[in-house]
């Protein structure tokens, strides 16, 4: 159940009247204004959901409670909507409200103690009379999604979700799995909440159709996952094949937080596999004790009951066709910027190659690297007076929020594989091209690894239909 929540000011919003069409509630959020005088109850129908948060509950603007309970009866008494009341401010009345069209909100203040009070506030909802219990809560870890999988199972009526903090939107993504009926959307640049979904997203993701039964998989990286590619082209193919799932962003600060989450949800969570992106290439494969080292996609495989992981490195496929497409011969000179996984990953292709330099700012990382594939050093302050064949950056200079100040494009250099990407060039991409440069670009190198990948992808959700 998806609920578009909006200020009320906005009802009659063009936008809003042809976004509304594909939800399943609207929610008018009445403290935006500053008048209750201005509501129409007339126009309401039981598909609207009325909600006065009052400052103190983290409302815009602050009303009497005798003011907001008024209005509530008044929208029970002239028309079939629901109204959305906080639990604490519940329990102290006379319990007035019809309990059929009302929703008991509990808005967690304090995140530190949140995951604690949770328990206690299904227990309070348990209790009393009401359609819905609503939880807006901070998800910040992935460890706090297993509490509210084991909490929301423990209502005994139906949970609509609202995620906010770090994880939210994954969250409100995932809150079928979670073991909740609905969840809020917003209009960009109108959110009524902190980490709320908005209705562009909601159509990239297919929220919509996303129910319990859905195959779940994604990419897996830092704060660059909301800027992959992959979220629109996945989503799209599944589409358009009809398969039940979905590509989601999973946004990863702490590995072990992730995969104790990962591996307790795969008992009620169906998942069909992974991208892997920086920094976490090496640990999926330290995780399953992979013969592959360096991995950008992860595979759980389901085998009855039993999960058989495979760790896969399709950049390995984008990288030899580099190579290919840019005539590189084996003796050329070759200067490696970085030292993370894709640079081990290239220095383990061109193992053996008899003229490869690397650089990267992590200097006991660059050493480590280059007494393990006996491979010469740069010194920042030498750059500038090599001159290398080919160039292959390997750090995230480029990438959105991260400019590269003209530093690789000062190099000398005849030929380049930029790896970051983002929706617009690169400024690496963008010199080479006017200087008419030979480049393979990091959106290039995307589509011909994804090109395997998605082969993956597709072979694992047909196994698992």
Known sequence: MIILSIPYS??????????????????????????????????????????????????????????????????????????????????????????????????????????????????????????????????????????????????????????????????????????????????????????????????????????????????????????????????????????????????????????KWFTASSKFISFYGFSITMPWKKSITESINSETKIANCFLPGKNEANYEYRAINNDEIAFRRSLLFLNFIKGASVLIFGTGAMAEMALSIMSGYPNICIYGRNEKRQKELSDVYHVSQVSKNALNDGKWSLLINCTPLGMKGVPDNTLLQNLHFDNVIDLPYSKTETPLVRFCRKKNIPVISGDVFWKWQSEKQEELFLQEIESLR
């Open 10 to 259: 906005l009802k009659d919003d063009p936008i809003v009247q042809s976004i509304n069409k594909d939800t399943d509630f609207i929610e008018y959020r009445l403290d935006y204004g500053t008048h209750l005088g201005d509501f129409d109850v007339s126009s309401l129908t039981p598909k609207t959901i009325v909600t006065i948060r009052d400052s103190t509950e983290g409302g815009i603007h602050s009303f009497t409670r005798m003011e907001k309970l008024q209005l509530y009866k008044n929208v029970l008494r002239y028309s079939e909507a629901l109204v959305d009341d906080e639990i604490f401010h519940y329990l102290k009345e006379d319990h007035s409200l019809n309990p059929e069209r009302l929703i008991l909100s509990w808005h967690a203040k304090n995140n530190e103690n949140a995951y604690q009070v949770l328990h206690e506030i299904v227990e309070l909802s348990n209790r009393l009379p009401a359609h819905y219990l609503k939880l807006a809560i901070e998800v910040n870890t992935y460890s706090q999604l297993t509490i509210l999988h084991t909490e929301l199972s423990l209502s005994n009526k139906p949970v609509l979700f609202a995620g906010l903090g770090k994880l939210g939107k994954l969250a409100r993504m995932l809150y079928t799995h979670l073991g909740s009926v609905g969840t809020y959307i917003g209009i960009q640049g109108q959110e009524t909440a902190l980490g709320q979904l908005t209705y562009e997203e909601s159509q990239i993701f297919g929220l919509r159709s996303i129910n319990a039964a859905y195959h779940i998989g994604g990419i897996i990286g830092g704060e660059q996952v909301w800027n992959s590619k992959g979220l629109t082209y996945y989503s799209q193919v599944f589409r358009q094949k009809s398969y039940p799932a979905a590509y989601l962003p999973f946004q990863v600060t702490d590995w072990d937080d992730f995969w």
